[in-house]
């Protein structure tokens, strides 16, 4: 099922002036993540690149960037949040914040892992340097709750 899916893409990028997007958003939209890494895997070994430099050659505009974005976070989506983690902009709080309390139960160790390899320091360190310098009473009991969720509490 993986090959054929994987040549529905195929077509659907390469079939005409124009990428099929309605095909693409099909055939992603559903399969569980296994069977899109299965997809994506059989992709490379038909054409010999990935799905998501296939989609960079075309002219897919925003919906290929987008693409391109959800494909690295199926693909390796330990690797996506850790790099999402180093951000230095406005949203890093919230971003921070988002990532612990959607990840903690599913793979929060494994972003931490991967954060610590790229960054040499944990996310609960993160945590405590965004939060616990603060002379606030409400970032320190955000930090306590963000801590808990990264042990597994």
């Known amino acids: 099922m993986a090959m054929c899916d994987a040549k529905t893409l ?7 002036k124009a990428v099929d997007e309605k095909t693409i958003i099909s055939v992603l939209s559903q399969r569980n993540t296994g069977q899109l890494r299965a997809i994506l895997d059989s992709y490379k ?5 990935e799905f998501s430099r296939s989609i ?26 850790a790099k999402k983690l180093r951000m230095k902009n406005a949203d890093a709080r919230e971003i921070l914040i988002r990532i612990i309390v959607t990840r903690a139960e599913i793979d929060i160790k494994e972003i931490n892992k991967v954060f610590m390899s790229k960054t ?4 609960e360190n993160l945590v405590k340097r965004e939060f616990d ?12 709750i963000l801590i808990r969720l990264i042990r597994g509490y």
Request: with cysteine.
């Open 45 to 49: 070994q038909l054409y010999g690149s």
């Open 10 to 16: 195929y077509e659907a990028i390469e079939s005409g």
């Open 56 to 81: 960079k050659q075309t002219k897919c505009g925003q919906f290929g960037k987008d693409l391109r974005i959800a494909i690295r976070c199926i693909r390796n989506p330990e690797k996506f949040f």
């Open 120 to 123: 040499g320091s944990s996310i």
């Open 133 to 144: 310098n603060k002379k606030d009473n409400n970032n320190y009991m955000v930090s306590g």
